[in-house]
């Protein structure tokens, strides 16, 4: 890859060159949230094609950035011995989990009080896991199936669920402050006791969101 081809991916995500990964994977992030068709009006077929060409050169930016990042010499260093210490871990005070894997299937696993914040688990298969007390503030799950999942007490802050599949999860007392749940599916969810407010004011975005049969904060089932 050339520099000015480096030079361009660079500017595509609006970074500086020499930027880190978790930069670049942010930028990323932050850009197909801007620019997601489905944020878009379905009836302006101008604005659709811009934002799919958008999302073709962010995807090309990230992956040749990633792969030359990948492809940099390291320097060579030799730790301290540490016995059965997973390669790549994620921790919280009580445990220490394994990094999801790309394009794994999680369905049913076990992350209760699990650091996830800020990654992108968009379109990844949760159905089912336990997610009770983790933390998923800032985490990008545009599309992201959380079918029966159990987010209980969990902190999904400013979290990215558009369209999201969360039929039957639960959320009891979950912080939902910020997040964005446009089009997301919540039919028969327990939200009881969940954040959603700041005195009057609704603090998470539902718009389309599919609420029939869903437990309400205050206790009542939608309609």
Request: glycine share 6%; hydrophobic share 35%; charged share 25%.
């Amino acid at each position: 890859m050339t520099s000015s081809e480096l030079e361009r991916y660079y500017r595509i995500l609006e970074l500086e060159p020499g930027a880190t990964l978790e930069q670049i994977n942010q930028a990323y992030k932050d850009l197909v949230f801007v620019w997601h068709p489905d944020r878009l009006p379905k009836d302006n077929p101008r604005l659709q094609h811009k934002a799919h060409e958008k999302l073709k050169l962010f995807n090309e930016a990230r992956d040749q950035l990633r792969s030359f990042r990948d492809n940099q010499p390291t320097r060579s260093y030799s730790p301290a011995p540490q016995a059965d210490k997973p390669s790549s871990t994620y921790s919280s005070p009580q445990r220490t989990y394994q990094q999801p894997q790309p394009n794994s299937d999680l369905s049913g696993k076990d992350f209760s009080r699990a650091n996830l914040s800020n990654r992108d688990l968009s379109g990844r298969n949760l159905s089912y896991a336990n997610l009770s007390g983790s933390n998923l503030s800032d985490t990008f799950m545009h599309k992201v199936i959380l079918r029966g999942a159990d987010l209980s007490e969990a902190n999904l802050f400013r979290a990215n669920l558009l369209l999201a599949d969360l039929r039957d999860a639960n959320l009891r007392s979950a912080n939902l402050i910020g997040a964005d749940l446009s089009g997301a599916d919540l039919r028969g969810a327990n939200l009881t006791g969940a954040r959603i407010r700041s005195g009057d004011r609704l603090l998470v975005k539902l718009i389309g969101a599919k609420l029939a049969g869903a437990i309400m904060p205050d206790g009542i089932i939608h309609t």
